[in-house]
């Protein structure tokens, strides 16, 4: 592994279903961000952590639920999937430089019908 | 409210030089950011301002001026592959990203 990792590339979800979003990242950072893409809309922050075993809430929380067991995964669960969550995610983390700047996984492009 | 501005879409010409400005009204400062995205692709960075001025990179530039809430990342020498959105991004009190909706540059040959 090489930066940061997501599964799926992609997927299509029906809506009410449960969908976990997978990120590991293999440079140590200590803290990660998972954001959501809306065209038209800029990056939006779902929800961080600084540091594993905390967790915080970001712009958009709400439907979404995180984890950070260690330091290199951080996964986003859907607890029941609804149309609004349809979108691109993406994975990010920071740690390591003087300014922090945010590295970013590949995303997810997640469908919900 | 914390706002992110910065224009929807530009065109520049292929070997021009194109500036791209961004305004911002945020809690706190801490620093301003500036990344690439690809169509279909992650943001990748590019630069960072954290005191008023010019850091230049290359072919590419981003000024600050904190007193004025304002940024901008110059383009020299624009190349086809430089066809991106380009997305403004600044540090808040919780040295949390916020981040502008991201300018697309088409570039026309």
């Known amino acids: 592994i090489a930066g940061i990792t997501q599964a799926p590339t992609s997927q299509i979800l029906a809506a009410g279903r449960r969908m976990t979003l997978r990120c590991t990242q293999d440079m140590r950072h200590n803290a990660m961000y998972w954001y959501r893409q809306d065209l038209g809309l800029g990056l939006r922050l779902i929800h961080y952590s600084n540091t594993a075993g905390t967790t915080g809430k970001g712009e958009v929380p709400d439907g979404y639920s995180v984890s950070r067991a260690n330091t290199d995964d951080f996964p986003l669960t859907l607890a029941s999937a609804v149309p609004s969550q349809t979108s691109v995610y993406f994975c990010a983390s920071s740690g390591t430089s003087d300014y922090n700047e945010q590295f970013f996984g590949p995303g997810t492009r997640l469908t919900v019908l | 409210g914390q706002n992110i501005d910065q224009p929807t879409e530009m065109t520049a010409t292929e070997g021009a030089i194109v500036q791209i400005n961004c305004t911002y009204q945020t809690s706190g400062f801490n620093g301003l950011f500036w990344y690439q995205q690809h169509a279909g692709e992650a943001p990748t960075f590019l630069s960072y301002?954290?005191l008023d001025g010019l850091e230049e990179k290359g072919r590419f530039s981003s000024f600050l001026s904190r007193s004025k809430g304002y940024s901008y990342l110059l383009l020299k020498e624009l190349q086809m592959k430089d066809s991106a959105s380009y997305l403004c991004a600044v540090g808040d009190s919780n040295y949390q990203l916020i981040w502008g909706a991201g300018t697309k540059l088409i570039i026309k040959p």
């Open positions: 301002n954290v």
